[in-house]
């Protein structure tokens, strides 16, 4: 059922709905047939999108069992409107991936293929670490 609530996408932060720029950690990936949930400590999996719509992608994870998401490189990205998916009326494709239901704040960001026994992920921004003086 955890890909269920992944899957129940909105949109209800308007402006803030296609600015993906900045660093970002996959902390979760979750579904398939079982319901099966993988979490990731904070900087395992990093996404950097850049206002050239390109996202960098680096994924320590070498347990190809584990929803981990995408292989670590570097990949065009596009954000649309789409009405593909009953409930979802955003789109984020990410070189030939594309993820039918997308929700995202600037608090997270939530990326799923939009089929019941499909996959999700969850991505949170990563902690700006300033340097002491």
């Known amino acids: 059922m955890a890909a269920i609530?992944?899957?129940?996408?909105?949109?209800?932060d308007g402006a803030k709905a296609k600015n993906l720029s900045g660093k970002w950690a996959l902390t979760g990936g979750s579904g398939t047939i079982t319901g099966r949930?993988?979490?990731f400590?904070?900087?395992?999996?990093?996404?950097?999108?850049?206002?050239?719509?390109?996202?960098d992608i680096v994924n320590t994870v070498t347990d190809t069992a584990r929803l981990?998401?995408?292989?670590?490189?570097t990949y065009h990205y596009?954000?649309?409107n789409s009405s593909e998916v009953q409930g979802c009326s955003t789109t984020v494709t990410v070189g030939p991936w594309t993820f039918g239901c997308a929700t995202i704040s600037s608090a997270s960001v939530e990326l799923a293929d939009g089929f019941a026994d499909g996959v999700g992920y969850t991505l949170?921004?990563?902690p700006q670490v300033v340097p002491l003086q």
Do not use: R
């Open 5 to 12: 609530s992944i899957l129940s996408c909105n949109s209800d």
């Open 41 to 55: 400590s904070t900087g395992e999996i990093t996404w950097t999108f850049h206002e050239n719509h390109t996202v």
């Open 37 to 39: 949930v993988d979490a």
């Open 124 to 126: 949170i921004p990563m």
């Open 68 to 73: 981990s998401g995408l292989p670590s490189g």
């Open 78 to 80: 596009a954000v649309s």
